[in-house]
């Protein structure tokens, strides 16, 4: 997330609005979608790695925490990507904790980005009192260094859940986003037609979700994407200090054991290679998906 | 001026509020009884149990009301006392951290810094430019993808096991200890190189991008095209870019140092280098609580230090915040 929370919020108030889904407007977006490569490319990249996510688990022969196997084995035959310095099998990990970054990353970005829509909208929608006090709490939660306190809560919980992670991720993540929905939020809200809504009777909560939120959905997808990639290169790194999910195996703590147990000195690259390759692989094909977004909704940002 | 300076102290005073109260009630209202806990685990030593328990019934004068439990704490704080450490016992916690601090920050400033000024110099010069843009963005893309430890793995793995050019533990050789002599430091300068990189490219993709992608944004504003058919070169053209995208790029220099500071605990964690980092997974792993705790304050005060001072550099840069014409940023 280091470059994602800041260009997107920089860009925020050029970005928005403007595009009303008109009916042929959609075929439109579809074409220059499909068109464009960058999406494509970043669309395949996740695609595959969800797919190796999904149906990984079912090919994996062995479990993976089950010793047995033949300690620090190079990938081969039957074991197709090596075995851990106890004999465990690589391969059952790394899908497994691929199906674990995938389901933080969603739990974690889908919330996140529910908050941050809840405040932003509430805060640039209201105005006032509300959104003083807003905009204090979500400068507060954007300025503490949000790991340092994943460290605090997550060093105190004995028992971790994948969702209890997911929950302490999102509950961190969301302040940028509702910055940026509520400087958008702000600029919309003068718009005649949210006037002409609220002189018809519409509540509140129905103006924002019925005229405000449509003319931003695509930049509302954005978000949820940085923050998908986002949860899962924190929640990789909360896993490597040894905070993760207590029940299962995740691509972080793979990393974690091989480094605490000299794969680097032994040379066992195929324990600590491909987790990290995978997170890179999602996260970076997400951030690419992102670029290609932008494009297909910004057309001043098409190349020519 | 004034005001927005108010305002932001404001903010990272109530954020300090904020944070030492997480740092007070979580070990009160987390399920279980810490402290029971606590003093079980190290009952093997009998000595640090007895003077565990009784620290802890003072320190949280359980018998006390809420709040002056918590007042207590502030006081403590205050007093420069952060508790005593559980792994090294008699150990201040505030003499451990004191210990670590120079690796995380010789690391870390360097870092922040240098990528933040390559990256914006990369970014500039690849955007709208055919080749450079080419390998710019992808290379840019695939560092700020790849999580911190990672390629600390991987440099630590390469250069370090395999190819034998960079040692790959510690902050300075073993045989010495640590002085102010030549060797020593030649030393130091050694075993720091591969962190700092490792730190340094992860950063440097994500300055490279978002630079890249502000200059295309203001590229495409009213007045750059205003300037470019008026015949301005295009150098000029891109000097006001540029000038125009680095205001977002300050604004983010304060976002992203907690996102730094992490990635700097875990590639710490992989060279075994002598900084917060380490020191907080040995907390971790021994459940030394007080530790913990000492480090999540001394991170939130650096981090806190570190916005505030980019929100002085940016009055320094940015006239209308001098003039009092606050942006809805402040």
Request: glycine fraction near 8%.
């Amino acid at each position: 997330m280091t470059i994602a929370p800041q260009a997107a919020e920089a860009r925020a108030p050029a970005a928005p609005a403007a595009r009303a889904p008109a009916p042929g407007h959609r075929h439109e977006m579809l074409y220059f979608a499909l068109r464009n490569k960058k999406l494509v490319f970043g669309l395949c990249l996740v695609s595959l790695m969800l797919l190796t996510a999904i149906a990984g688990p079912y090919l994996a022969r062995h479990a993976p925490m089950e010793y047995g196997g033949p300690p620090g084995a190079a990938p081969s035959r039957d074991y197709w990507l090596g075995t851990t310095m106890f004999g465990q099998d690589v391969y059952a990990q790394f899908v497994n904790g691929l199906r674990v970054s995938f389901l933080v990353g969603a739990l974690a970005g889908g919330l996140a980005a529910v908050i941050g829509m809840l405040v932003g909208f509430t805060a640039g929608y209201r105005g006032g009192w509300t959104d003083e006090l807003l905009n204090m709490l979500t400068n507060v939660v954007l300025v503490i260094p949000t790991f340092a306190v994943l460290l605090v809560v997550a060093a105190y919980l004995t028992v971790r859940g994948v969702v209890i992670e997911a929950l302490l991720i999102a509950f961190t993540s969301w302040p940028w986003a509702a910055r940026a929905i509520r400087a958008q939020t702000f600029s919309l809200t003068s718009r005649d037609f949210v006037d002409v809504a609220r002189l018809s009777g519409v509540p509140w909560w129905k103006i924002v979700l019925k005229e405000i939120a449509p003319m931003m959905s695509s930049y509302l997808f954005m978000a949820f994407i940085l923050m998908f990639g986002g949860a899962i290169l924190t929640a990789a790194t909360l896993d490597f200090i040894g905070l993760g999910p207590t029940n299962t195996i995740s691509l972080g703590m793979m990393m974690n054991y091989s480094v605490t147990n000299a794969a680097l000195q032994l040379g066992f690259w195929w324990w600590f290679i491909p987790p990290g390759l995978a997170i890179m692989v999602v996260v970076g094909g997400l951030y690419i998906m992102n670029v290609g977004l932008d494009e297909v909704f910004n057309p001043r940002l098409r190349e020519m | 001026m004034t005001r927005y300076i108010a305002r932001k102290l404001l903010i990272y005073g109530l954020t300090f509020v904020v944070a030492v109260t997480i740092d007070w009630a979580i070990p009160r209202f987390m399920p279980g009884n810490p402290v029971e806990n606590l003093v079980a685990r190290i009952s093997l030593k009998p000595e640090a149990s007895e003077a565990l328990t009784s620290y802890y019934t003072q320190a949280f004068n359980l018998d006390d009301p809420w709040w002056k439990e918590y007042l207590n704490f502030w006081v403590a704080l205050f007093h420069g006392d952060l508790g005593r450490s559980i792994m090294q016992f008699p150990t201040p916690v505030t003499t451990l951290i004191r210990r670590s601090l120079p690796y995380t920050l010789g690391l870390l400033i360097p870092a922040i810094l240098l990528s933040w000024y390559a990256g914006n110099k990369v970014g500039a010069l690849a955007a709208r430019r055919k080749v450079l843009d080419n390998t710019v963005l992808p290379v840019g893309y695939v560092l700020t993808a790849t999580p911190y430890m990672w390629l600390g793995i991987l440099l630590a793995w390469l250069l370090g096991s395999t190819w034998r050019v960079f040692p790959v533990a510690g902050g300075y050789d073993f045989s010495l200890r640590p002085e102010w002599s030549w060797v020593f430091i030649q030393s130091l300068l050694y075993h720091w190189f591969l962190p700092f990189m490792s730190l340094f490219l992860v950063a440097f993709g994500g300055w490279a991008i978002g630079m890249r992608n502000m200059i295309i944004y203001e590229l495409e504003s009213d007045y750059a095209h205003y300037l470019e058919a008026l015949g301005a070169p295009s150098r000029l053209v891109r000097k006001y870019a540029f000038r125009n995208a680095m205001l977002p790029q300050i604004t983010g220099l304060a976002l992203v140092i907690g996102v730094v500071v992490a990635g700097n605990l875990v590639t710490e964690i992989v060279f075994s280098y002598p900084g917060l980092g380490s020191l907080i997974l040995n907390a971790i792993q021994n459940e030394d609580y007080f530790l913990i705790q000492g480090i999540f304050l001394v991170i939130i005060i650096c981090v806190l230090v570190a916005n505030f001072v980019v929100d002085i550099v940016y009055v320094l840069v940015d006239p209308r915040t001098r003039t009092g014409m606050v942006g809805k940023r402040a």
